[in-house]
């Protein structure tokens, strides 16, 4: 995986077309890499959660190329390559294991190595449902979260500063009534990233998220099966 950081960190600071032709080579060696380790990614996850069916690279991994209509930063391309692993493949709109490598700058999400598990900007109706669930859950949620792996956060950067109408603010609960983000996170170091055991350890620390997936794409679920919201 040092050899995909190496080509990451060169496109984080030449990051323009001309550089990228340049080294389309690097680039390709890179991205055979990372798409060996994300189909030995795929086969350990189904290891452990099998609801994630047949899947092919296509469905779980990203192209390098940067949508740029919207957004301020031009930069054509990404710095970072991930593999997103989810019952029906990346655009199925189920919960899912990602794991991400990047060049290691200050910045924003893009820019770290990132383990991460869960539904990112659920829709309000899933989010609803699942406030509902652990509202008549009798604690199970909070069971959940207490056995990920240590490492894991939980993502409050957009809940709510009140609980929501309709939920008791004095439950035990109150603060997972908050949430508008289902999800967990873990931002390893560089170490981490290229030590010779990481997959073993990544798939050992994903292993813990599966009550937690499970969870949430019952709710998602539930959503789809009741049309709530269209696909």
């Not at 390559?81 to 919960?95: D, E």
């Not at 924003?108 to 859950?137: C, F, Q, S």
């Not at 050992?204 to 949430?216: L, S």
Request: glycine share 6%; with cysteine; hydrophobic share 35%.
């Amino acid at each position: 995986m040092q050899r995909v950081l190496n080509f990451l960190e060169k496109l984080h600071d030449n990051n323009n077309r001309e550089w990228f032709h340049a080294h389309k080579q690097d680039y390709l060696a890179a991205q055979n890499i990372f798409n060996e380790f994300a189909m030995e990614f795929l086969k350990g996850i189904r290891s452990f959660d099998d609801s994630i069916g047949d899947l092919q690279l296509k469905d779980i991994t990203y192209r390098i190329y940067r949508d740029t209509r919207f957004s301020k930063d031009k930069s054509p391309y990404k710095n970072h390559m991930g593999v997103y692993v989810c019952p029906g493949g990346k655009k199925s709109g189920f919960g899912g294991y990602y794991f991400q490598i990047s060049a290691a700058r200050e910045g924003g999400w893009e820019e770290g190595h990132m383990l991460a598990a869960g539904d990112y900007r659920a829709d309000p109706k899933v989010v609803r449902t699942l406030r509902e669930d652990i509202l008549n859950g009798n604690g199970d949620f909070r069971a959940i979260l207490n056995n990920l792996d240590k490492r894991f956060i939980l993502d409050t950067s957009i809940a709510l500063k009140k609980v929501p109408a309709g939920f008791p603010a004095d439950s035990p609960d109150s603060e997972l009534f908050r949430l508008k983000n289902f999800l967990i996170s873990y931002s390893p170091d560089t170490k981490f990233i290229t030590s010779s055991g990481m997959l073993d350890e990544v798939l050992a620390v994903f292993k813990t998220a599966a009550p937690f997936i499970h969870y949430i794409n019952r709710a998602i679920e539930f959503c789809k099966e009741d049309n709530y919201y269209s696909w």
